[in-house]
Protein backbone atom coordinates (compact mmCIF):
# COMPACT_ATOMS: atom_id res chain seq x y z
CA UNK A 1 0.00 0.00 0.00
CA UNK A 2 1.10 3.52 -0.27
CA UNK A 3 2.10 5.52 2.80
CA UNK A 4 -1.13 7.78 4.00
CA UNK A 5 1.39 10.24 4.52
CA UNK A 6 2.53 10.85 0.87
CA UNK A 7 -1.16 11.18 0.20
CA UNK A 8 -1.77 14.23 3.11
CA UNK A 9 1.56 15.97 1.97
CA UNK A 10 1.57 15.26 -1.87
CA UNK A 11 -2.23 15.02 -2.46
CA UNK A 12 -1.73 16.49 -6.03
CA UNK A 13 1.18 14.26 -7.19
CA UNK A 14 -0.88 10.82 -5.86
CA UNK A 15 -4.38 12.23 -7.96
CA UNK A 16 -2.34 12.88 -10.92
CA UNK A 17 -0.74 9.10 -10.58
CA UNK A 18 -4.20 7.44 -9.75
CA UNK A 19 -5.20 9.59 -12.88
CA UNK A 20 -1.96 8.36 -14.68
CA UNK A 21 -3.31 4.33 -13.88
CA UNK A 22 -6.98 5.33 -14.87
CA UNK A 23 -8.23 4.20 -11.80
CA UNK A 24 -11.76 5.62 -9.94
CA UNK A 25 -10.73 5.93 -6.53
CA UNK A 26 -12.68 8.90 -4.30
CA UNK A 27 -9.77 10.26 -2.86
CA UNK A 28 -11.60 12.90 -1.22
CA UNK A 29 -13.79 9.85 1.18
CA UNK A 30 -10.12 8.45 1.52
CA UNK A 31 -8.93 11.91 2.89
CA UNK A 32 -12.16 12.93 5.30
CA UNK A 33 -11.91 9.31 7.01
CA UNK A 34 -8.26 10.22 7.20
CA UNK A 35 -9.16 13.85 8.74
CA UNK A 36 -12.07 12.07 11.06
CA UNK A 37 -9.96 9.21 12.80
CA UNK A 38 -7.18 12.20 13.68
CA UNK A 39 -9.64 14.61 14.83
CA UNK A 40 -11.61 11.50 17.02
CA UNK A 41 -7.81 10.10 18.04
CA UNK A 42 -6.82 14.38 19.34
CA UNK A 43 -9.57 14.45 21.31
CA UNK A 44 -10.01 10.97 22.87
CA UNK A 45 -5.81 11.77 23.63
CA UNK A 46 -7.14 14.95 25.19
CA UNK A 47 -9.76 13.22 27.09
CA UNK A 48 -7.13 10.53 28.66
CA UNK A 49 -4.75 13.21 29.00
CA UNK A 50 -7.07 14.75 31.33
CA UNK A 51 -8.90 11.41 33.18
CA UNK A 52 -4.64 10.33 34.16
CA UNK A 53 -4.24 14.25 35.81
CA UNK A 54 -7.84 14.27 38.01
CA UNK A 55 -7.16 10.91 38.82
CA UNK A 56 -3.88 11.74 40.42
CA UNK A 57 -5.55 14.85 41.76
CA UNK A 58 -8.25 12.91 43.39
CA UNK A 59 -5.68 10.52 45.50
CA UNK A 60 -4.21 13.60 46.87
CA UNK A 61 -7.81 14.85 48.03
CA UNK A 62 -8.28 11.57 49.09
CA UNK A 63 -5.17 11.88 51.61
CA UNK A 64 -6.38 15.74 52.78
CA UNK A 65 -9.95 13.72 53.71
CA UNK A 66 -11.83 16.01 51.10
CA UNK A 67 -15.09 14.82 49.33
CA UNK A 68 -14.50 13.36 45.60
CA UNK A 69 -18.10 12.35 45.03
CA UNK A 70 -18.72 14.62 42.11
CA UNK A 71 -15.14 14.41 40.77
CA UNK A 72 -15.20 10.77 40.80
CA UNK A 73 -18.74 10.96 39.38
CA UNK A 74 -17.62 13.22 36.39
CA UNK A 75 -14.66 10.69 35.44
CA UNK A 76 -16.96 7.89 35.63
CA UNK A 77 -19.05 9.44 32.69
CA UNK A 78 -15.40 10.89 31.32
CA UNK A 79 -14.99 6.94 31.06
CA UNK A 80 -17.87 6.33 29.65
CA UNK A 81 -17.12 8.58 26.61
CA UNK A 82 -13.73 7.82 26.28
CA UNK A 83 -15.12 4.19 25.63
CA UNK A 84 -17.22 5.06 23.04
CA UNK A 85 -14.81 7.32 21.19
CA UNK A 86 -12.31 4.59 21.31
CA UNK A 87 -14.91 2.31 19.64
CA UNK A 88 -15.66 5.26 16.82
CA UNK A 89 -11.64 5.16 16.12
CA UNK A 90 -11.41 1.56 15.95
CA UNK A 91 -14.18 1.90 13.75
CA UNK A 92 -12.74 4.94 11.37
CA UNK A 93 -9.35 3.09 10.91
CA UNK A 94 -11.15 -0.15 10.14
CA UNK A 95 -13.09 1.57 7.35
CA UNK A 96 -10.20 3.45 6.23
CA UNK A 97 -7.55 0.61 6.25
CA UNK A 98 -10.12 -1.24 3.71
CA UNK A 99 -10.64 1.81 1.49
CA UNK A 100 -7.16 2.35 1.96
CA UNK A 101 -6.32 -1.38 0.60
CA UNK A 102 -8.04 -1.04 -2.85
CA UNK A 103 -5.69 2.50 -3.59
CA UNK A 104 -3.11 0.66 -6.12
CA UNK A 105 0.33 1.62 -6.99
CA UNK A 106 1.20 4.54 -8.64
CA UNK A 107 3.13 4.25 -11.82
CA UNK A 108 7.42 5.17 -11.77
CA UNK A 109 7.96 8.63 -13.58
CA UNK A 110 9.48 6.95 -16.41
CA UNK A 111 6.34 4.97 -17.62
CA UNK A 112 4.97 6.41 -20.42
CA UNK A 113 0.89 7.18 -20.18
CA UNK A 114 -1.38 5.40 -22.05
CA UNK A 115 -4.60 3.71 -21.28
CA UNK A 116 -4.50 -0.08 -22.19
CA UNK A 117 -2.25 -3.03 -24.05
CA UNK A 118 -2.73 -1.02 -27.48
CA UNK A 119 -0.54 1.94 -25.79
CA UNK A 120 2.12 -0.14 -24.78
CA UNK A 121 5.92 0.30 -26.26
CA UNK A 122 8.28 -2.40 -28.11
CA UNK A 123 11.51 -1.95 -26.57
CA UNK A 124 13.22 -4.30 -27.96
CA UNK A 125 12.72 -7.43 -30.52
CA UNK A 126 15.34 -10.47 -29.99
CA UNK A 127 15.91 -12.71 -33.09
CA UNK A 128 13.57 -13.20 -36.09
CA UNK A 129 10.64 -15.43 -36.76
CA UNK A 130 11.68 -18.89 -38.47
CA UNK A 131 10.62 -18.75 -42.17
CA UNK A 132 8.55 -22.43 -43.22
CA UNK A 133 8.03 -23.92 -46.30
CA UNK A 134 5.11 -25.67 -45.09
CA UNK A 135 1.98 -24.37 -42.75
CA UNK A 136 3.04 -24.02 -39.28
CA UNK A 137 0.22 -26.39 -37.67
CA UNK A 138 -1.16 -24.47 -33.71
CA UNK A 139 0.45 -26.51 -31.10
CA UNK A 140 -2.60 -28.54 -30.05
CA UNK A 141 -2.70 -30.13 -33.40
CA UNK A 142 0.97 -30.84 -32.69
CA UNK A 143 0.21 -32.13 -29.48
CA UNK A 144 -2.57 -34.67 -30.78
CA UNK A 145 -0.54 -35.72 -33.52
CA UNK A 146 2.37 -36.56 -31.07
CA UNK A 147 0.37 -37.76 -28.17
CA UNK A 148 1.39 -34.87 -25.74
CA UNK A 149 -2.19 -33.98 -24.08
CA UNK A 150 -4.93 -35.57 -23.40
CA UNK A 151 -7.48 -31.64 -23.00
CA UNK A 152 -11.08 -33.75 -23.70
CA UNK A 153 -10.00 -36.14 -20.38
CA UNK A 154 -8.73 -33.59 -18.32
CA UNK A 155 -12.48 -31.69 -19.39
CA UNK A 156 -13.76 -34.68 -18.01
CA UNK A 157 -12.04 -34.72 -14.56
CA UNK A 158 -11.70 -31.33 -13.63
CA UNK A 159 -13.47 -29.07 -16.42
CA UNK A 160 -11.92 -26.87 -19.39
CA UNK A 161 -8.92 -25.16 -18.83
CA UNK A 162 -7.26 -27.98 -16.77
CA UNK A 163 -4.80 -29.49 -18.92
CA UNK A 164 -3.37 -32.87 -18.84
CA UNK A 165 -0.26 -33.41 -20.21
CA UNK A 166 1.21 -37.06 -21.38
CA UNK A 167 4.64 -38.94 -22.16
CA UNK A 168 6.70 -36.49 -23.91
CA UNK A 169 4.61 -33.79 -22.92
CA UNK A 170 4.75 -34.46 -19.19
CA UNK A 171 8.36 -34.88 -19.59
CA UNK A 172 9.04 -31.62 -21.94
CA UNK A 173 7.36 -29.95 -18.88
CA UNK A 174 9.26 -31.49 -16.12
CA UNK A 175 12.48 -30.75 -18.46
CA UNK A 176 11.64 -26.99 -18.86
CA UNK A 177 10.77 -26.39 -15.09
CA UNK A 178 14.58 -28.03 -14.36
CA UNK A 179 16.00 -26.08 -16.37
CA UNK A 180 14.85 -22.78 -15.64
CA UNK A 181 15.59 -23.49 -12.08
CA UNK A 182 19.02 -24.90 -12.71
CA UNK A 183 19.49 -21.35 -14.85
CA UNK A 184 18.73 -19.20 -12.30
CA UNK A 185 20.31 -21.08 -9.49
CA UNK A 186 23.61 -21.72 -10.96
CA UNK A 187 24.01 -18.55 -13.38
CA UNK A 188 21.77 -15.88 -11.75
CA UNK A 189 22.59 -16.44 -8.06
CA UNK A 190 19.08 -17.64 -7.50
CA UNK A 191 18.53 -19.78 -3.93
CA UNK A 192 15.68 -22.21 -4.81
CA UNK A 193 12.17 -22.98 -3.02
CA UNK A 194 9.98 -24.95 -2.70
CA UNK A 195 6.83 -23.34 -0.99
CA UNK A 196 3.18 -23.91 -0.33
CA UNK A 197 0.64 -24.12 -2.94
CA UNK A 198 -1.88 -22.88 -0.71
CA UNK A 199 -1.41 -19.41 1.29
CA UNK A 200 -3.93 -17.65 4.12
CA UNK A 201 -5.67 -14.12 3.33
CA UNK A 202 -2.62 -12.61 5.11
CA UNK A 203 -0.25 -13.47 2.57
CA UNK A 204 -2.63 -12.87 -0.72
CA UNK A 205 -3.39 -9.56 0.79
CA UNK A 206 0.30 -8.45 1.23
CA UNK A 207 1.52 -8.84 -2.21
CA UNK A 208 -1.83 -7.38 -3.62
CA UNK A 209 -4.11 -9.98 -4.65
CA UNK A 210 -6.50 -9.11 -1.97
CA UNK A 211 -9.37 -7.38 -1.63
CA UNK A 212 -8.55 -6.42 -5.66
CA UNK A 213 -8.60 -9.75 -7.28
CA UNK A 214 -10.57 -11.80 -5.43
CA UNK A 215 -12.98 -12.88 -8.05
CA UNK A 216 -9.80 -14.09 -10.14
CA UNK A 217 -8.73 -16.38 -6.89
CA UNK A 218 -9.66 -20.49 -5.96
CA UNK A 219 -10.72 -19.95 -2.31
CA UNK A 220 -11.18 -22.66 0.29
CA UNK A 221 -13.35 -20.76 2.98
CA UNK A 222 -13.37 -23.60 4.98
CA UNK A 223 -9.75 -23.65 6.45
CA UNK A 224 -9.54 -19.37 4.38
CA UNK A 225 -6.99 -21.02 1.99
CA UNK A 226 -5.84 -19.52 -1.27
CA UNK A 227 -4.23 -21.47 -4.27
CA UNK A 228 -2.06 -19.71 -5.53
CA UNK A 229 -2.52 -17.90 -8.17
CA UNK A 230 1.81 -17.42 -8.58
CA UNK A 231 4.44 -18.20 -6.59
CA UNK A 232 5.35 -14.40 -5.80
CA UNK A 233 2.85 -14.90 -3.44
CA UNK A 234 4.27 -17.37 -0.60
CA UNK A 235 7.87 -16.81 -1.92
CA UNK A 236 7.22 -12.53 -1.01
CA UNK A 237 5.45 -13.49 2.17
CA UNK A 238 8.66 -15.31 3.17
CA UNK A 239 9.36 -11.85 5.02
CA UNK A 240 6.43 -10.67 6.45
CA UNK A 241 6.32 -8.63 9.48
CA UNK A 242 10.04 -9.34 9.68
CA UNK A 243 13.13 -7.04 9.60
CA UNK A 244 15.43 -8.57 7.47
CA UNK A 245 19.16 -9.54 8.95
CA UNK A 246 20.99 -10.38 6.02
CA UNK A 247 22.42 -7.84 3.24
CA UNK A 248 20.21 -7.45 0.42
CA UNK A 249 19.76 -8.10 -2.67
CA UNK A 250 18.14 -11.67 -1.56
CA UNK A 251 16.59 -13.58 -4.62
CA UNK A 252 14.50 -16.91 -4.77
CA UNK A 253 13.43 -18.98 -7.53
CA UNK A 254 10.73 -20.89 -7.05
CA UNK A 255 8.51 -23.66 -9.43
CA UNK A 256 4.72 -23.87 -8.54
CA UNK A 257 1.83 -24.27 -9.97
CA UNK A 258 -0.52 -21.59 -10.91
CA UNK A 259 -4.26 -21.35 -10.43
CA UNK A 260 -6.32 -18.81 -11.62
CA UNK A 261 -10.46 -18.28 -12.52
CA UNK A 262 -10.15 -16.37 -15.27
CA UNK A 263 -10.37 -17.86 -18.46
CA UNK A 264 -9.66 -15.24 -21.22
CA UNK A 265 -11.45 -13.88 -24.29
CA UNK A 266 -13.70 -16.81 -26.05
CA UNK A 267 -12.39 -18.14 -29.46
CA UNK A 268 -9.03 -19.80 -30.49
CA UNK A 269 -7.33 -18.68 -27.63
CA UNK A 270 -9.52 -21.13 -25.00
CA UNK A 271 -8.28 -23.95 -27.43
CA UNK A 272 -5.04 -25.94 -25.91
CA UNK A 273 -2.76 -23.94 -23.54
CA UNK A 274 -2.45 -20.85 -24.12
CA UNK A 275 -5.41 -19.91 -21.83
CA UNK A 276 -5.74 -22.24 -18.86
CA UNK A 277 -6.81 -22.04 -15.30
CA UNK A 278 -3.72 -23.85 -14.14
CA UNK A 279 -0.44 -23.84 -15.61
CA UNK A 280 3.12 -23.97 -14.43
CA UNK A 281 5.57 -21.39 -13.74
CA UNK A 282 8.83 -20.82 -12.20
CA UNK A 283 9.05 -16.77 -10.50
CA UNK A 284 11.62 -14.89 -9.33
CA UNK A 285 11.68 -12.47 -6.60
CA UNK A 286 13.90 -10.00 -5.10
CA UNK A 287 14.14 -8.33 -2.12
CA UNK A 288 16.57 -4.90 -2.89
CA UNK A 289 17.55 -1.75 -1.67
CA UNK A 290 15.36 1.31 -3.07
CA UNK A 291 18.50 3.42 -4.37
CA UNK A 292 18.58 0.31 -6.46
CA UNK A 293 15.47 -1.05 -7.21
CA UNK A 294 15.72 -0.02 -10.97
CA UNK A 295 18.80 -1.26 -11.52
CA UNK A 296 17.41 -4.21 -10.00
CA UNK A 297 14.39 -4.30 -12.60
CA UNK A 298 16.52 -4.28 -15.63
CA UNK A 299 18.46 -7.11 -14.15
CA UNK A 300 15.94 -9.18 -13.60
CA UNK A 301 14.20 -8.65 -16.88
CA UNK A 302 17.65 -9.96 -18.42
CA UNK A 303 16.91 -12.86 -16.00
CA UNK A 304 13.76 -13.61 -17.52
CA UNK A 305 15.50 -13.43 -21.28
CA UNK A 306 18.36 -15.49 -20.49
CA UNK A 307 15.76 -18.42 -20.75
CA UNK A 308 14.00 -17.48 -24.07
CA UNK A 309 17.96 -17.02 -25.49
CA UNK A 310 19.42 -19.78 -24.34
CA UNK A 311 16.63 -21.86 -26.49
CA UNK A 312 16.74 -20.11 -29.48
CA UNK A 313 13.34 -18.29 -29.24
CA UNK A 314 11.96 -15.33 -31.15
CA UNK A 315 10.93 -12.24 -28.52
CA UNK A 316 9.90 -9.11 -28.02
CA UNK A 317 10.25 -7.35 -24.60
CA UNK A 318 7.28 -4.58 -23.86
CA UNK A 319 7.19 -1.24 -21.51
CA UNK A 320 3.71 -1.47 -20.30
CA UNK A 321 2.25 2.00 -20.02
CA UNK A 322 0.82 3.62 -17.12
CA UNK A 323 -3.11 2.50 -17.84
CA UNK A 324 -2.16 -1.51 -18.60
CA UNK A 325 0.17 -1.81 -15.22
CA UNK A 326 -1.09 -4.54 -12.76
CA UNK A 327 -2.60 -3.04 -9.42
CA UNK A 328 0.43 -3.39 -7.32
CA UNK A 329 3.00 -2.16 -9.80
CA UNK A 330 4.85 0.51 -10.19
CA UNK A 331 6.57 -0.35 -14.06
CA UNK A 332 6.62 -3.49 -15.45
CA UNK A 333 8.11 -5.08 -18.60
CA UNK A 334 6.07 -7.96 -20.63
CA UNK A 335 8.55 -10.65 -22.82
CA UNK A 336 5.91 -11.97 -25.66
CA UNK A 337 7.26 -15.46 -27.41
CA UNK A 338 6.53 -15.47 -31.47
CA UNK A 339 4.06 -18.79 -31.61
CA UNK A 340 3.81 -19.01 -35.68
CA UNK A 341 0.87 -21.62 -35.49
CA UNK A 342 -0.62 -19.54 -33.70
CA UNK A 343 0.11 -16.61 -35.63
CA UNK A 344 0.54 -14.40 -32.55
CA UNK A 345 2.78 -12.92 -29.81
CA UNK A 346 2.65 -14.91 -25.86
CA UNK A 347 3.16 -13.27 -22.89
CA UNK A 348 5.56 -16.03 -20.74
CA UNK A 349 6.91 -12.85 -17.97
CA UNK A 350 5.80 -9.92 -16.58
CA UNK A 351 8.51 -8.29 -13.98
CA UNK A 352 7.84 -5.56 -12.18
CA UNK A 353 8.97 -3.27 -9.59
CA UNK A 354 6.45 -2.86 -6.72
CA UNK A 355 8.75 -0.14 -4.71
CA UNK A 356 7.57 -0.54 -1.38
CA UNK A 357 3.77 -1.39 -2.32
CA UNK A 358 4.01 -4.63 -1.13
CA UNK A 359 6.58 -4.27 1.74
CA UNK A 360 3.80 -1.99 3.58
CA UNK A 361 0.68 -4.08 2.77
CA UNK A 362 3.18 -7.41 4.48
CA UNK A 363 5.61 -5.54 6.69
CA UNK A 364 8.78 -6.50 5.09
CA UNK A 365 11.83 -4.24 6.61
CA UNK A 366 15.40 -3.96 6.59
CA UNK A 367 17.87 -1.58 8.68
CA UNK A 368 19.49 1.01 6.56
CA UNK A 369 22.84 1.87 6.52
CA UNK A 370 21.70 4.13 9.72
CA UNK A 371 20.10 1.28 11.23
CA UNK A 372 16.86 2.53 11.25
CA UNK A 373 14.09 -0.25 10.04
CA UNK A 374 12.94 0.57 6.35
CA UNK A 375 10.66 -0.95 3.56
CA UNK A 376 12.26 -2.78 1.18
CA UNK A 377 11.66 -2.99 -2.35
CA UNK A 378 9.86 -5.91 -3.81
CA UNK A 379 10.63 -7.04 -7.59
CA UNK A 380 9.37 -10.01 -9.55
CA UNK A 381 8.84 -11.61 -12.49
CA UNK A 382 8.21 -15.31 -14.54
CA UNK A 383 11.19 -17.22 -15.59
CA UNK A 384 9.66 -18.02 -17.89
CA UNK A 385 5.43 -19.37 -17.56
CA UNK A 386 4.36 -22.37 -19.12
CA UNK A 387 2.50 -23.97 -20.72
CA UNK A 388 2.79 -20.56 -23.20
CA UNK A 389 6.39 -21.73 -23.54
CA UNK A 390 5.76 -25.03 -24.97
CA UNK A 391 3.68 -23.85 -27.26
CA UNK A 392 6.43 -21.91 -28.50
CA UNK A 393 9.01 -24.55 -28.26
CA UNK A 394 6.41 -26.69 -30.29
CA UNK A 395 5.48 -24.09 -32.85
CA UNK A 396 8.58 -23.12 -33.77
CA UNK A 397 10.39 -26.45 -33.67
CA UNK A 398 7.91 -28.35 -36.00
CA UNK A 399 9.07 -30.00 -38.90
CA UNK A 400 7.60 -31.26 -42.18
CA UNK A 401 8.03 -34.78 -41.59
CA UNK A 402 5.80 -34.05 -38.14
CA UNK A 403 8.69 -34.28 -35.83
CA UNK A 404 9.33 -31.03 -33.35
CA UNK A 405 12.77 -30.55 -33.13
CA UNK A 406 14.13 -29.57 -29.11
CA UNK A 407 16.25 -26.87 -28.32
CA UNK A 408 19.71 -27.98 -27.28
CA UNK A 409 19.77 -27.06 -23.39
CA UNK A 410 16.78 -29.10 -22.81
CA UNK A 411 17.84 -32.08 -24.57
CA UNK A 412 20.10 -33.34 -21.57
CA UNK A 413 16.96 -33.46 -19.58
CA UNK A 414 14.75 -35.08 -21.85
CA UNK A 415 17.11 -38.48 -22.11
CA UNK A 416 19.33 -37.35 -24.70
CA UNK A 417 16.28 -37.16 -27.38
CA UNK A 418 16.65 -34.45 -29.91
CA UNK A 419 12.98 -34.17 -31.40
CA UNK A 420 9.48 -35.74 -30.33
CA UNK A 421 8.00 -37.87 -33.09
CA UNK A 422 4.72 -38.88 -33.61
CA UNK A 423 3.37 -41.64 -31.66
CA UNK A 424 2.76 -44.48 -33.95
Known sequence: MLDIKRLRDNEAEVREGL???????????????????RHLLTEVETMKSRRNTVSK????RKKKGEDVAAVMAEMRELGDTVAALDQQVREAETELNELWLTVPNLPHASVHEGRDSADNKVVRVVGEPRKFDFQPRPHHELGDMLGLFDFERATRMTGAGFPLYLGLGAKLERALIQFMLDLHTSEHGYTEMSPPFVVNSASMTGTGQLPKMKEDMYHMPVDDLWLIP???????????????????PIAFTAYTPCFRREAGAAGRETRGLIRVHQFDKVEMVRFVDPATSYDELEKLVGHAEAVLNALGLHYRVLQLCSGDLSFA???CYDIELWAPGHNGWLEVSSC????DFQARRAGIRYRNADGKP?????????????????????ENGQQPDGTVLLPEPIRPYMGGIDRIKPKD
Open 19 to 37: RRKHSNIDVDAILALDRER
Open 57 to 60: EIGI
Open 230 to 248: TAEVPVTNYFRDEIVDRPL
Open 329 to 331: AAK
Open 352 to 355: SNFE
Open 374 to 394: TYVHTLNGSGVALARLVVAIL
